[in-house]
């Protein structure tokens, strides 16, 4: 069992940047994939930053959309998920959601291979 609690969202002016946290708790040793989702009405939850948490080199994925702005990172001695969330656009808008695999998975964006979330937690870039 894995409890993962985000935060660090809020509202910010187009270009403004963002810090988003989560925090995980319980038996994380099976855990291979982190990933930050985000969710917009009207669409399909986007997985934007992933990392896979197991591996060697600790490889890193990222949405056309993000990549460049966001940059995804852990801190493995306090079982810690980042996003730093740079030049941020209005498209950036959604509930941002952390969330962790077991398995090891082909397509990192797929929301359906993700087995532990979090609640999730709102950005809203507007001026």
């Known amino acids: 069992q894995v409890e993962l609690v985000e935060s660090g969202g809020g509202a910010v002016q187009p270009g403004g940047s963002l810090r988003l946290t989560c925090a995980a708790s319980g038996n994380t040793y099976d855990t291979w994939y982190m990933a930050w989702f985000r969710q917009t009405p009207g669409k399909e939850r986007e997985g934007v930053a992933i990392?896979?948490?197991?591996?060697?080199?600790?490889?890193?994925y990222y949405a056309d959309s993000v990549k460049g702005r966001f940059t995804i990172s852990q801190d493995n001695a306090k079982n810690t998920l980042y996003l730093q969330m740079n030049s941020l656009k209005p498209e950036d808008t959604g509930l941002y959601y952390c969330?962790?695999?077991?398995?090891?998975?082909?397509?990192?964006?797929?929301?359906?291979?993700?087995?532990?979330w979090g609640q999730g937690t709102q950005v809203t870039v507007s001026s």
């Open positions: 990392i896979a948490v197991r591996s060697r080199t600790k490889n890193t």
């Open positions: 969330a962790a695999a077991t398995d090891v998975i082909q397509n990192v964006y797929h929301a359906r291979h993700y087995n532990y």
